[in-house]
C-alpha cells in the first residue's frame, strides 16, 4: 500500500464495524462491496463542503475537485491530503485495478483510473455509501 501512516487506524472489531455501519455501508467498506451504478445518493450533490470516510470521518475530498466522470459513482481528480488515501492494486474478474482505501481505517472506498481530467489525470471514483458530506 502506498501512503504515510500519519492517521491512526482504529482498532476495531469485525462485530463494533457491524454495530457502527449500516448493512450496506458495512458491505462497501469492510467487505469490498459496490453499490450499483447511478443509485448513489452523492452522485448529482453539487454542493459545496468536503468529503469524509463514512467509517472514521476523515476527511478525503473536496467539492472542488468532484467532477462528472458519467460512470455512475461521485468522481475527484485529487484528494484533500495524499496521506488520507492508500492504494493498492487487486485483480478481479481478470482485471487489474488500483483500489483506494482509508487510510485511517482501511475502508474500501473505490478505485483510482488514470483517464481523469487535468491537472492530475486521476479518476478517484468512490462509492457513495463510503463517503458522507459536511458543509464548510
Known amino acids: 500500500m502506498t501512503g504515510h501512516m500519519s492517521v491512526k487506524e482504529p482498532a476495531l472489531?469485525?462485530?463494533?464495524?457491524r454495530s457502527r455501519l449500516s448493512p450496506d455501508r458495512f458491505h462497501v467498506l469492510r467487505e469490498k462491496g459496490t453499490e450499483?451504478?447511478?443509485?448513489?445518493?452523492?452522485?448529482?450533490?453539487?454542493?459545496k463542503g468536503t468529503?469524509?470516510?463514512a467509517g472514521c470521518?476523515?476527511?478525503?475530498?473536496?467539492?472542488?475537485?468532484?467532477?462528472?466522470?458519467g460512470s455512475g459513482w461521485p468522481s475527484f481528480f485529487q484528494a484533500v491530503k495524499m496521506e488520507n488515501i492508500h492504494?493498492?492494486?487487486?485483480?478481479s474478474l481478470?482485471?487489474?485495478r488500483t483500489e483506494i482505501l482509508c487510510a485511517r481505517c482501511g475502508g474500501h472506498l473505490g478505485h483510482v483510473f488514470d483517464d481523469g481530467?487535468?491537472?492530475?489525470?486521476?479518476?478517484?471514483?468512490?462509492?457513495?455509501?463510503?463517503?458522507?458530506f459536511s458543509h464548510p
Open 13 to 17: 472489531s469485525e462485530e463494533e464495524w
Open 36 to 47: 450499483r451504478p447511478f443509485t448513489g445518493e452523492l452522485l448529482k450533490n453539487k454542493e
Open 51 to 53: 468529503y469524509h470516510c
Open 57 to 69: 470521518g476523515l476527511e478525503l475530498f473536496s467539492s472542488e475537485s468532484k467532477f462528472d466522470s
Open 87 to 91: 492504494t493498492r492494486k487487486e485483480s
Open 94 to 96: 481478470g482485471v487489474v
Open 117 to 132: 481530467p487535468a491537472p492530475t489525470s486521476l479518476r478517484y471514483c468512490v462509492n457513495s455509501l463510503s463517503l458522507e
